[in-house]
């Protein structure tokens, strides 16, 4: 997804069919991982693979949090269990942590 999607470069940096193909060819195979492994059950969370945090959760997270970023949460609304999965993986602690404005340095 980011080699494709280029984030990193900003919205000027983006490649042209960002917005209409890359997003949304990514985003539904990403909530479609999601939607398979939701066992319907509100009690469990839903990782990209089992009931363990991994790598690959990271991975997805880091492709959704980045678009927020750059592009905002319009981007994700077509995209609820994104949205959802991105909520729940903020907010443990450490990605909070990680995320959280950074306070100014001293000049």
Known sequence: FQMEAQTWKG?????SNFISEIMPKWFVYFQNVLIKNDDGDVRTE?????????YADIAVFESINAVLEVHGISKIRPYPKLKEFHDMVASRARIEHHISPRPQGRN
């Open 11 to 15: 919205k000027e940096g983006a490649a």
């Open 46 to 54: 839903e990782y990209c693979y089992g009931k363990c945090f991994t």
